[in-house]
Every structure is written in C-alpha cells, then in structure tokens.
C-alpha cells in the first residue's frame, strides 16, 4: 500500500457522488519519482479533532496516462477504488442468469469472488443484505459482455438498493491492513445500526468564521410532468394502472405531460398503483433545495450522513424543502476532500433527507427523460476532464490544421489525418491525444500497435512513434512544448 501522503503533495481532491460508479482520486505531486500504475494507494486527512481519517483507498488509474510535466518536474495522478476492477470484469458465463427464485445475497456475493474475493476483485463482500420482500421478484438475463459492476447496478436500480464501499481497517494502528467493503442494502435502511451503511451519528455543524455557506436550488420540477402514470403486474399477470394528473389537466385548460413507470416493481395492485402514482407525483411536483457547504477539515464527514445546520438564523425558513419546515436533517449526497499547502477542507452538497426517502435517493427512484440523461451524461463528462485552458484560436487559410495559442503558456493544434496519412510522436515533452481515447505511449507493447483505429509504429531509429491512420479519419491534439 503506497501512503501518498509520503510525496510532496502540492493539492489533492478525493470526491464522490451517489450517482458516481467509484469514488476519484486526482492529485497533483511536485516530484517525477510516482508510484506505477495499478499501485494500491491510501489518502488519510487530519479532521478537526485531530484524528487521521481515511478518505481513500484504491488503485492508480491504469487508463489514464500520467500527465507529465518534465520542466515542472510535476505530474497528475488519478485514481478510482477498487470497484474499477469490477468495471473491468464480465459476468461469468455460469451467472449470465439471476433467476427470480436464486438468492440475491450469494449471486452478489459470488460476482465479487466469494471466498476468493481478495484475489479476485479486491473488494470483500461485507454486508450484502436481500432486498425489500415487498418487491417483486425478477430474472435477470446477462449478456456475456455485460461488467459485474453493470450488473450488480442495475440488481440494484430494480430492487431500490444501493451498491457502496467504504474501507476498514482490519489491522492495527501500527500495522494497518486496509480493506476495501462492500455494501449492498436496501435504500430505505441507510441509518440502520444492522443493515445500514454504518455510518457517523448525525452531525450538527455550526456556524464558524470558516464556514462558507450557499443555497441553491435544483431541479424544482412542479412544470415538467403533469400526469403521471405508474403501471406494474402481480406474479399471477395482472396489470395495474395507477394515474395522477393536475387538476388543469382534468379540465382541459392545459396538454399532458406524462411520464410513465413501466414496469413498476412498487406496483402489484390497484391500490400500489394508486399509491405509487402519487408518490411519484408529489416527488415532481416537490421543489427541491440543494444545501452547498465549505467546511474547514470536517474530514469526518461521510457521504450518505445526515447533517444540520445550526446558526444560520438568515436561513432558517429556506434551508429545507418548501412545506417542511422543522425537518431539518439534511443527507450528504455529494462530498469532496480538498487538500492543499495552506488549507483543507471539505465541500459537501445535501439535500433535505425527506426528498431522498420520498422514493429513492432522489433521482434513483425515476429514469429522467433522454433530455436529462444527456446532460447529465454530457456533464458528468465535463466534470472529469482537465481544467479548462484558454487560448486563441489561429484558423487556417488552407489545409487541415488549427493551433491554439494558450494563454499559460504552449499550444495545441489540432489535425485532421486521412487515409494513409501519420503523425509522429517524439518521445520528449509532447503529449498526444487521439479522438477515441488512448493517448501519448512511449513504449508500446506489440499487442497495442493496432490502437483506437490508429497503426502505431516505431521510426528507423527506434527513438519516435508514428501513428497511421490505415482508413477514415482521426483528429489529432498536440500539445507542445510548455514554457
């Protein structure tokens, strides 16, 4: 296990979301001396009383390629936890198929490697519990390229579960021996001191001088849907429909805007269909608040916890969702640990724990529409990348080149190669990046040489890289040099 904590961290971020696959890593280290890729890895952060919290453990990011900076002499490094293994992973061939009739518990149990668990993915399987009974029973059928990590998502999106890890010390203080542990619990139990996510007590922060504090509020949805329709079976084969519409569309004063759930797991009758109809009616017509908090090394904190406010009188009425005044817990559903030469600190986003409950941990409970799924997509994309970098743009007068002059420093110029046509890559402080992914490789293995489309090859004298594009095109991005 490498301690980052032994390299000269200029800053470090370690964040999460409810709706993130893997907990992330992104550090940035003054030093060209940097632990090889797959290395386990463990951040731990002095909280406000003083104790060491582990705020990650996972591996470094094989798919991502250092970012080195030679004149620097920096480097950024990323990593996942390990649930990036089961990303990685297929179903196997003798579990393509969860019968409604096999056992949640060991199925889950199993795609994590059983007893072999440590060998196999790396991540134990520590408190898998089944799912509500309530819930219909499903059969899930795999296909064979389908990741362990994509299906266990989606076991769990269907029974209204949640699917986490968090890490544990299974040593000594002196001799740590850190475990990755998974949990698979129903979302309902999140608190529970058996089934749950043994998670902090509640924890009320107080208003300090440090504290930084801003209220938003997403996705207030009362105009996005005004019928909606929940629509499920019973194990016999009988269909209910449950409908809710506002009271403008009963009277014809306003269209439609439906949204459907089909087929509903919560629906096996008349009145489920009804009730869960206004369940899911009432969440999108519920204006959500989103509370957004700075706080100085509250590295205790957790995801998942619930918290409160307390000393913002200015924000008593608005802290908390329309309606509810006086439910004032609040669950952590967005956490980033932030680390530099001078502060430390701890960025969460909450949301009234009512609006979690309601369904699921909001946002789990429905599928948003293709609209939705884009942006979010199209964001969270956004959200991962480099910082931006800002620059002016040179068009070309001819040919297929444009360069950017950046405003730090460098350029990039961007090319479009067509058939038959190469770049060549020196491996010195130039940095490539092809559309499709992949990137700058300095000594590729002979299974690598077809990449992403390209030819890689080596030159005559065996000290560059040459990328050929055999068919189609390929826009290239070349930074060069940085001053």
């Known amino acids: 296990m490498v301690d980052l904590n032994a390299y000269p961290l200029e800053s470090l971020k370690v964040s999460k979301t409810i709706k993130d696959a893997f907990w992330q890593l992104e550090s940035h280290i003054v030093d060209v001396s940097i632990p090889v890729n797959y290395s386990d ?64 518990i060991v199925y889950i149990e199993d795609l994590l490697g059983g007893s072999s668990w440590a060998t196999v993915t790396g991540v134990e399987p520590y408190k898998i519990r089944s799912p509500d009974s309530a ?21 769990a999106e269907y029974y209204n579960c949640i699917f986490e890890v968090k890490w544990r010390n299974a040593g000594t203080e002196q001799s740590p021996n850190w475990i990755t542990s998974a949990y698979f619990i129903r979302s309902g139990e999140i608190d529970d001191d058996t089934d749950g996510l043994d998670l902090p007590l509640p924890a009320v922060l107080e208003k300090t001088d440090n504290d930084i504090l801003e ?5 207030s949805s009362d105009d996005k849907y005004n019928r909606i329709i ?22 014809g004063t306003a269209k439609p805007r439906e949204y459907m759930e089909y ?57 908390y969702t329309v309606g509810m005044t006086g439910v004032n817990w609040v669950r952590i559903v967005e956490i980033s640990h932030l680390k530099t030469a ?7 986003v909450c949301v009234p724990d009512r609006d979690l409950s309601h369904s699921r941990l909001k946002g789990y409970s429905v599928s948003p529409n293709s609209v939705d799924i884009t942006e979010s997509i199209v964001m969270d994309v956004l959200a991962s990348q480099a910082s931006t970098e800002i620059g002016v743009a040179t068009l070309p007068e001819s040919g297929s080149s444009a360069s950017v002059a950046l405003n730090r420093g460098g350029t990039i110029t961007a090319k479009v190669l067509g ?53 189609g095109q390929k826009i290239v991005f070349t930074r060069s040099t940085e001053e």
């Open 135 to 155: 819930i219909t029973k499903k059969e899930f059928i795999f296909n064979p390229d389908t990741s362990k990590l994509d299906a266990i998502a989606e076991i």
């Open 263 to 319: 087929p509903s797991p919560y629906v096996t009758s008349q009145a489920s269909a009804d009730q869960r109809a206004s369940e899911l009616y009432a969440l999108f017509n519920f204006p959500v608040k989103r509370i957004s908090a700075t706080l100085t090394k509250r590295h205790d904190l957790e995801l998942y916890q619930l918290v409160k406010f307390d000393g913002w009188t200015e924000y008593t009425d608005v802290l």
């Open 215 to 219: 209220i938003t509020v997403a996705n």
């Open 230 to 251: 929940a629509k499920g079976c019973d194990s016999s084969g009988n269909w209910y429909t449950g409908v809710v519409e506002s009271s403008n569309v009963t009277n």
């Open 419 to 471: 058939s038959g046509e190469s770049i060549v890559l020196p491996i010195n402080n130039e940095r490539v990046i092809v559309s499709g992914g992949g990137g700058g490789f300095s000594n590729p293995a002979e299974e690598d040489l077809d990449m992403n489309g390209f030819k890689v090859k080596t030159s005559s004298t065996g000290k560059d890289l040459i990328f050929e594009v055999p068919t």
């Open 41 to 104: 890895v463990l951040i731990e952060l002095e909280d406000q009383s003083g104790n060491n919290k582990a705020v990650f453990c996972g591996i470094t990011a094989p798919d991502e390629s250092y970012d080195l900076k030679l004149v620097e002499e920096a480097v950024d490094i990323y990593a996942y936890d390990l649930r990036w293994f089961l990303s990685r992973q297929f179903v196997p061939e003798s579990q393509l198929v969860l019968a409604d009739t096999d056992s949640i």
């Open 342 to 348: 001078t502060s430390s600190e701890v960025h969460i």
